[in-house]
């Protein structure tokens, strides 16, 4: 499913990318059907690569584990870990490194993204953070960035990369895509799209069973009916004999 087109990627350790999934305790989706996912990296440029961390989903499996990844010398990360589940999805990648032109770097402690219907509402709705994330470039002052990032926060660094921070959009079915970050480098038209999750606008959680109270009131109800029925024989029965 998940596809590479550079051979320069690689696992720390390993020639080539592997990851441990392990089983979701809920139920999965019908294969097919849309259902909430999350992935760590897109890329597209000298360095392309579709879902490097593979794909967590509800339908195929969650969550996904990866060790540290080394892409090509412009990326690296710690161990990423991608999740999705019945009505939320995640993204988490720590000890981000990210090598941009100029002598520019970006690196995090971590960054992350998630997002989440909310079966009250009907709505989906997303977020991102990012933590100790900063922008290094030689001989000029460190910018840090935001922490909790309002949704499209634009940033320019002149003459090396157009970055949005916790980059948000909704489809025409109303599923939300949540990207922690989102960097377009102005010098040899590289992107990369980190730590994505993306939640449909339902709730793919099995219906309950009736249960519970709801199960008792229904039985009580009934059970009155029942208790109606005998006490309206008995009153007629009674009328009889009177008469």
Do not use: W
């Not at 080539?16 to 979701?24: E, N, R, Y």
């Not at 960097?183 to 990369?192: I, P, V, Y």
């Not at 980190?194 to 039985?219: F, N």
């Amino acid at each position: 499913m998940n596809r590479m087109t550079s051979g320069a990627v690689k696992v720390a350790g390993s020639g080539v990318l592997a990851a441990c999934l392990a089983a979701a305790g809920a139920l999965p989706a019908a294969a097919g059907t849309p259902t909430n996912e999350s992935y760590a990296v897109n890329a597209a440029g000298r360095f392309s690569v579709d879902a490097l961390a593979g794909e967590a989903s509800y339908a195929n499996g969650s969550p996904v584990i990866l060790p540290n990844a080394d892409a090509a010398g412009l990326l690296s990360t710690g161990i990423i870990t991608d999740a999705a589940g019945p009505s939320s999805a995640s993204a988490k990648m720590p000890a981000l490194a990210v090598t941009l032109p100029l002598r520019t770097a970006l690196r995090a402690t971590a960054i992350s993204s998630s997002c989440a219907f909310n079966s009250r509402t009907g709505a989906v709705s997303g977020s991102a953070r990012l933590v100790g994330a900063r922008i290094f470039k030689a001989g000029r002052r460190t910018v840090r960035l935001p922490a909790n990032p309002a949704p499209n926060t634009r940033m320019v660094v002149p003459g090396v990369a157009v970055i949005i921070l916790n980059r948000q959009f909704t489809s025409r079915s109303g599923s939300l895509t949540a990207q922690a970050l989102h960097l377009r480098m102005l010098r040899g038209r590289q992107k990369l799209i980190l730590a994505t999750s993306v939640c449909i606008a339902a709730d793919l959680a099995p219906a309950p069973a009736l249960g519970g109270r709801a199960m008792r009131l229904t039985l009580g109800g009934l059970g009155l009916l029942l208790l109606g029925g005998v006490a309206y024989q008995l009153s007629k029965r009674r009328k009889l004999a009177a008469a």
